[in-house]
């Protein structure tokens, strides 16, 4: 299917808000992005209602989605990654409605189609603001009240820091895909942000090959229209915040998974793993052999991995 020029996000009109009642179909162009994006589930589960809409938090407005399952035993909230949106997670998604929860699900500010300079934030708390305000959103919409959480990369620092501010009684278990603290290179990238902030906005993207899916590589390099093609070098300093905040909270309790490929060469995993263990000491950390950063849209063979470690841990 080709993008259509309707489905320009520049010219997509503000998200009416996101209520029980505001149904995919109600959106002229909702149905193609749905298409477009492999998430529309609605013939393969039925009677689930595809709820699309907006809210409004931390300075912009946020493209949710909500996918309500008949008869759901929980729901399963998913947080994507930096440079990712939703509409990418759609294995995800469809793991969860295969296992019996509704799911709900964001772009992040500055992402996919929520409003806000591409990839840009200025600080971390404005992600865990959003979080808490999603949650606020969908209280009233009957979803099961047992929560799970699902997040890659960045989203986990969110979750993580959400979990570490008194929100660790709000998820009853919590998968963390190739959780953020560090990236790799962040021994020049720290120091060279004190000094580029000066005199630069945002350098180029780099696009990693961080899965072993080429097709899903190729799709954002050359197909996705919601993909940023910079690195605002605000993120780099709302990273340099970030990072000493969560070294210095105390420990919580939390049931976590967390999942690693140890090919994966976006993150500091063997520096990041044992911190974020000091943190959450009843993590389990499960690896996937020869994976890398992307789990979420590794290929098959590793996502089988990954969702039967998700299943032995749910």
């Known amino acids: 299917m080709i993008w259509s020029p309707e489905l320009d996000p520049k010219t997509i009109p503000p998200l009416p808000d996101i209520s029980v009642t505001a149904e995919i179909a109600q959106l002229p162009w909702a149905a193609s992005y749905s298409a477009y994006y492999d998430i529309n589930y609605e013939l393969d589960y039925p009677g689930l209602k595809h709820l699309f809409g907006g809210f409004d938090s931390a300075g912009e407005r946020i493209a949710m989605q909500v996918f309500c399952l008949p008869s759901a035993h929980s729901t399963a909230f998913v947080y994507h990654g930096y440079y990712d949106h939703v509409g990418l997670f759609n294995n995800v998604v469809n793991y969860f409605l295969k296992h019996g929860y509704s799911v709900v699900a964001y772009d992040l500010p500055g992402h996919g189609l929520s409003t806000g300079e591409p990839a840009a934030i200025d600080d971390f708390r404005r992600y865990q603001q959003v979080m808490s305000d999603a949650f606020a959103v969908v209280a009233d919409f009957g979803l099961p009240s047992r929560r799970v959480g699902l997040a890659q990369s960045t989203g986990c620092a969110v979750l993580m820091s959400y979990l570490l501010s008194g929100g660790e009684t709000e998820f009853e278990r919590v998968v963390l895909l190739a959780p953020l603290l560090k990236p790799c290179d962040w021994w020049w990238g720290k120091p060279a942000h004190a000094v580029l902030k000066y005199f630069i906005h945002s350098l180029p993207r780099k696009f990693a090959d961080n899965s072993d899916d080429q097709a899903f590589l190729e799709f954002l390099r050359e197909r996705d229209p919601l993909q940023a093609r910079t690195l605002p070098v605000s993120w780099v300093g709302a990273l340099k915040k970030w990072q000493p905040w969560f070294l210095k909270q105390a420990p919580v309790n939390s049931s976590v998974l967390i999942l690693q490929g140890d090919a994966d060469e976006t993150v500091e995993w063997r ?44």
């Open 271 to 314: 520096y990041n793993l044992p911190r974020i263990k000091q943190k959450f000491p009843n993590a389990k950390v499960v690896f996937v052999p020869g994976a890398h950063h992307h789990l979420a849209k590794e290929s098959e063979a590793y996502r089988e991995q990954l969702w039967q470690a998700c299943d032995d841990f749910f």
